[in-house]
């Protein structure tokens, strides 16, 4: 059996690589020069460092278990710290423990400032359909509460909105909490903490971990080619794939889409026409991640700070990156690395600027958050256009929309972070499960 795996992020990797393993013959055709998608490595004054995602999440084992797979189980590592802090009210205040912005601990809310009165829980029915963040939150837990803790969170997961973003698809953990959420949230740190954990890194930076897929694998890649269009016939499948003026024809038995959703509704538009109509649904946030080195130490304990969305600032977080990953920190002789990140859903108008504008709104911030800030030594803006879907009321159906009609066209698959979560590991599991429907199918002759 051939297979065509569409994308070469971290969800179309996973699949080729479960397909190859299963002795299937792969090719991946990947738009860019460069395979990792959303995972980039890059060189920020002669210093390797992540210039897209940073951290994968431990508790779930998909990530860190790939790692170990391709061979860099030895270099797996773990935050140094993951004291987390909101700038809000004129300071950096520590983040109080909380269940995806629903505090845990109200005194320790109290203490840091970061909400101006005690929140009042509210016992409230649950809503029959899917609701907003904002909309379940706010009768619950106050407008404060959402502004100054749940804002800042969905922003750092997803630059997106509590009043856009799915209860049920974006913030289950705060669903599950049940009708009166502050209470609960309350009850769930009596419960024994986990000691494991929460993040991994990899060090070198987790963007090394695409290419050690590839090499892992033996994967047959292609770069630059773009995917343009994929058509069924009694054979198989046609995909043609590069330049317009020069399209190559690729013919398999299956076809893996792993792209992000506008890409994926435009390559589904003749074979599965409800699916791409669903899919064209899925809007996305632009985003800029401004990666600064310091010649000096950043004046904070903390691994980086968010900001709510309603103090009006440019940034909206930023990571130090030399105080949370200690590999960073040997390689830098007392300088540091700082990434401000720009851009939420709806608002990318500032993304537009010069990369010197971005940065200098950006340097403007952080000396702001921290009162002084050391020399910038060199400077890098990464734009991602589209970077994040956003999973707004509505998305699971969306979902099971697009599975469902997917399902009805044999040897098609898809997945990523379009669907059942963002995060790397997510990400890997549904190219995985991709991979291993594709296989089943082939096994029944589909
Ligand atoms: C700035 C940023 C920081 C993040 N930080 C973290 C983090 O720290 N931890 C975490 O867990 N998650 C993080 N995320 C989220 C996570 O990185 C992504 O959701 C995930 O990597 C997406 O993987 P994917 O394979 O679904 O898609 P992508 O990585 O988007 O890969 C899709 C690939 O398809 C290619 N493609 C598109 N169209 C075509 C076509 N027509 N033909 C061929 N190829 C095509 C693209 O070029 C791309 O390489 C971050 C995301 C961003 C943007």
């Known amino acids: 059996m051939r297979v065509a795996v569409v994308g070469a992020g971290m969800a179309g990797l996973s699949a080729a690589l479960d397909l190859r393993e299963a002795g299937v013959d792969v090719v991946v055709l990947e738009g860019a020069d460069r395979v990792g998608g959303k995972l980039a490595l890059g060189d920020v004054g002669g210093v390797r460092v992540d210039l897209g995602a940073e951290a994968m999440l431990a508790r779930r084992p998909e990530a860190v278990d790939l790692a170990r797979r391709v061979g860099l189980g030895e270099d797996l590592t773990h935050p140094e710290t993951v004291a987390a802090a909101v700038w809000t009210h004129g300071a950096i205040r520590p983040l109080p423990p909380t269940v995806m912005g629903v505090p845990s601990d109200l005194d320790a809310l109290q203490r840091s400032g970061i909400v101006t009165q005690r929140p009042v829980g509210r016992r409230l029915d649950m809503p029959q359909q899917d609701v907003s963040v904002a909309e379940f939150l706010v009768p619950r837990v106050g407008q404060d509460v ?260 997917v399902a009805g066209v044999p040897g098609l698959e898809v997945c990523g972070a379009a669907y059942r979560g963002i995060g790397i590991p997510a990400v890997i599991a549904s190219g995985q499960e991709a991979a291993l429907r594709t296989l089943q199918d082939a096994a029944l002759g589909g």
């Open 146 to 405: 959402v502004d100054r803790l749940v804002e800042p969170l969905l922003g750092g997961v997803y630059a997106g909105h509590a009043d856009r973003l799915s209860l049920e698809a974006a913030a289950a953990q705060v669903a599950a909490l049940g009708a009166d959420p502050l209470a609960a949230a309350a009850r769930a740190t009596d419960a024994p903490t986990r000691t494991d954990p929460v993040f991994a890194g990899i060090v070198g930076g987790v963007g090394r971990l695409p290419q050690a897929v590839v090499d892992a694998g033996g994967l047959d890649v292609r770069v630059g080619a773009t995917v343009r269009s994929v058509a069924r016939d009694a054979d198989g499948w046609e995909v043609h794939h590069g330049p317009t003026t020069d399209v190559s024809t690729e013919r398999v038995d299956a076809v893996v889409l792993a792209t992000p959703a506008p890409a994926t509704a435009r390559l589904l538009g003749d074979v599965a026409p409800q699916a791409a109509f669903a899919l064209a649904g899925v809007e996305y946030a632009s985003m800029a991640i401004v990666t600064l080195l310091l010649d000096g130490p950043v004046p904070s304990e903390a691994s980086g700070f968010l900001v709510p969305p309603v103090d009006g600032t440019t940034i909206k977080g930023a990571t130090f990156s030399s105080v949370k990953w200690g590999w960073l920190a040997e390689r830098l002789d007392g300088r540091s690395i700082v990434r401000a990140s720009i851009g939420r859903a709806g608002q990318s108008t500032i993304l537009l600027g010069s990369d010197e504008s971005v940065v200098d709104l950006a340097v403007a911030d952080l000396r702001a958050a921290l009162g002084s800030l050391p020399g910038v030594v060199a400077s890098h803006v990464q734009r991602w256009g589209g970077g994040l879907p956003q999973y707004e009321v509505g998305h699971t159906a969306l979902v099971e929309t697009v599975d469902r009609c």
